[in-house]
């Protein structure tokens, strides 16, 4: 096999693995978006519910500080927040934990909500 030959053969087996990676990365972008509509659409049902709820300047505190949880949750353990799997002990200490901190923070305020 001549230089040429291997060079081109390289290049070729270089462009497959390529093609293989970005075949792989659809797939993983693809189900991020079956993810996202999925998200969204828990969203709008939060929205919608909350949106006919009465909720404190604390409640928000807490859900902001329950969204950091749970994303820094999902993104060390590189898993979608819906699919963590949390336990009824860890998910109580968690909203213990965030309303403490909504506390704290509308203390911060001069404890006016």
């Known amino acids: 096999m001549s230089g ?59 859900g902001q500080a329950l969204a950091g949880w749970m994303a820094t949750y999902a993104e060390e353990r590189r898993v979608h927040p819906a699919n963590a799997p949390v336990s009824p002990e860890w998910a109580q200490a968690i909203a213990d934990a965030s309303y403490r901190l909504a506390d704290a923070m509308v203390e911060a305020r001069g404890g006016q909500p």
């Not at 060079?7 to 978006?33: F, M, P």
């Not at 929205?47 to 009465?54: G, K, Q, R």
């Open 4 to 62: 040429v030959e291997h060079l081109v053969r390289s290049q070729k087996q270089d462009i497959d693995r390529l093609r293989g990676a970005l075949e792989k990365r659809d797939r993983e972008i693809a189900a991020l978006g079956a993810d996202l509509r999925a998200t969204k659409d828990a969203l709008k049902e939060v929205v919608t519910a909350a949106a006919n709820a009465p909720v404190s300047l604390r409640d928000i505190f807490a």
